[in-house]
């Protein structure tokens, strides 16, 4: 098909996050006696007087604000850090930790500044954000299949890399390529290729990681359940991850990506309830995700939902069709709605973010500005594990009319190798059974505040939403993805029956307690801490 056909609207709401809003005191003269305690750390206190930043530097805000990509999360009232460190080596970060327990600070650590809940950004209580901007080095290993990754990197910067040096080999992480790879690996982390190779963290070799003591741990040396934790447990409630080693997968020169978007009026209720039953159950070469909203049909009053369905499939557009006609012809892929391309052009094109095969993948590298014009949200998730009936669906329908069409769902479907793991395999459990993944959210990109009584009213309808979607989700516990932090699930941390209430959410139960047992070890005084941090309990 002709490239300028085959068009993702920009509607970045993959990549969304929150905010916290509160205040926290900085006492300036705390954050110089921090400052030279620094510099008495290191090698050279001209180089890193230059990599350290407090409210009274002109350049504080603009450096704190660089990856804050939520415009509702850069307000005023948002708690800004006592002190901000942009570490270049180890020893910087060693030294960045020792000063920041000398002198009572917690810390924040923050790769891509891409949490929903803002949580590497801000703090109610004086803290100090280690800001892993500098540290982004790839080194990508052709030879070997692997690659070592700094956590300051982007996804973006990772894929592009690999793309400089084959088109044969990919790593399987997540649509927003502004995204930090610290984080991003440390919660499991799916993407397109989660049916064929698993979460992101399935796939993580070995780590670089600083404990609280400064001491840096691999994979050998720290033994094997802190590596099982890092990889989807939170890697932030343990250490510092200073790097990834990957696994590369691989992949063909040439993938399809195909787009089809249908309404309620095109048996839109009929096509999305087969979806359910046959997407999670084909081959794992093929994703397809489901987007959808409300809109008014024409110049009407009158509502429907339109639906995307979009697709990547790992072979060329004619395997990929007769592959559709056998198990799902009802959705009526046909050779207009598909584009072959390489592996690193769907990872722009499937962004959401305006992009065409025919973009120069150098946009993969600088996505911060595009995402902050676009992004203002509250999102939340759950898991589906059994079929939504059409009653059901069309009660979701009727909902959704209710909102003012700031709202927004992605079904991400799994099945393939995610029924092969194990839920306790690493923390990460949303494995066999789970048929998609269910986002849904509301964007405040049209107001000026998220306190507007627009956006208030779209935070109640969501909430409202969530709490009627509970029948039809995963149950017992609802299941919810921690890389989609949401603080609305809860913050008690005191007693185990206050953290489960969130904790067994993200975890399940076992998982959550493995990893309190682990976070009981290695970090003994709860040092690496935020509201949905892994608790101790003393």
């Not at 803002?118 to 299949?145: H, T």
């Not at 963290?201 to 099982?228: E, P, Q």
């Not at 809860?490 to 139960?509: L, M, P």
């Amino acid at each position: 098909m002709k490239k300028s056909q085959l068009v993702f609207f920009l509607l970045p709401t993959l990549c969304f996050y929150v905010s916290l809003g509160a205040s926290s005191p900085i006492d300036p003269d705390d954050s110089d006696d921090f400052i030279s305690c620094l510099q008495s750390k290191t090698n050279n206190a001209t180089s890193i007087s230059q990599l350290i930043f407090t409210p009274l530097n002109s350049s504080f805000e603009s450096i704190w604000e660089a990856t804050v990509n939520n415009l509702r999360f850069i307000k005023p009232s948002t708690p800004r850090p006592s002190v901000i460190v942009t570490p270049t080596d180890d020893i910087q970060i060693q030294a960045s930790l020792f000063c920041t327990k000398k002198h009572g600070y917690e810390i924040r650590i923050r790769s891509g500044g891409h949490d929903f809940e803002g949580v590497s950004s801000s703090a109610v209580v004086p803290f100090v954000m280690l800001d892993l901007v500098n540290m982004k080095s790839i080194d990508v290993d052709v030879g070997n299949k692997t690659a070592w990754v700094q956590a300051g990197a982007r996804l973006g910067e990772l894929y592009y890399s690999i793309s400089q040096k084959t088109n044969t080999l990919y790593f399987p992480a997540g649509v927003c390529p502004n995204v930090g790879v610290g984080g991003y690996m440390g919660g499991g982390g799916y993407g397109n290729l989660v049916r064929k190779y698993g979460t992101a963290a399935d796939n993580v070799l070995d780590v670089r990681f600083m404990d609280v003591n400064g001491n840096i741990l691999d994979r050998k040396s720290m033994g094997k359940d802190l590596f099982w934790a890092l990889r989807g447990g939170g890697a932030s409630s343990f250490g510092i991850v200073l790097a990834w080693k990957l696994r590369l997968v691989p992949v063909p020169e040439i993938v399809t990506v195909f787009v089809v978007n249908i309404t309620l009026e095109e048996n839109g209720t009929d096509i999305f309830y087969k979806h359910q039953y046959v997407a999670p159950k084909m081959d794992p070469d093929l994703l397809i995700r489901v987007r959808m909203s409300s809109e008014f049909i024409g110049n009407t009053t009158k509502k429907t939902i339109r639906m995307f369905f979009e697709g990547l499939y790992l072979g060329k557009i004619d395997t990929l069709l007769k592959l559709l006609d056998k198990h799902f012809p009802e959705l009526k892929v046909k050779q207009e709605n598909c584009e072959e391309m390489s592996m690193v052009q769907s990872s722009l094109v499937l962004a959401l973010q305006g992009f065409t095969s025919s973009t120069p993948t150098e946009a993969l590298l600088n996505q911060s500005d595009i995402l902050r014009r676009q992004s203002n949200a509250k999102v939340k998730l759950d898991y589906v594990r059994t079929p939504i009936p059409k009653s059901g669906l069309r009660k979701i329908w009727r909902k959704m009319f209710k909102n003012d069409r700031s709202e927004m769902l992605i079904m991400y479907t799994f099945g393939g190798k995610m029924e092969e793991y194990s839920e306790t395999a690493i923390p990460y459990p949303h494995r066999a059974g789970v048929l998609y993944q269910l986002y849904k959210g509301v964007s405040f990109v049209d107001q000026t505040s998220d306190t507007t009584p627009t956006s208030l009213k779209r935070l109640k309808w969501l909430r409202r939403f969530d709490k009627f979607l509970e029948p039809y989700v995963s149950k017992n516990p609802r299941e919810a993805y921690v890389n989609y932090i949401d603080l609305d699930l809860g913050v008690g941390n005191e007693t185990y029956k206050e953290a489960s209430v969130w904790g067994e959410r993200y975890w399940k139960r076992k998982n959550f307690k493995k990893l309190i047992r682990i976070k009981s070890k290695v970090d003994p005084e709860n040092f690496f801490r935020h509201p949905q941090s892994i608790p101790v309990f003393h």
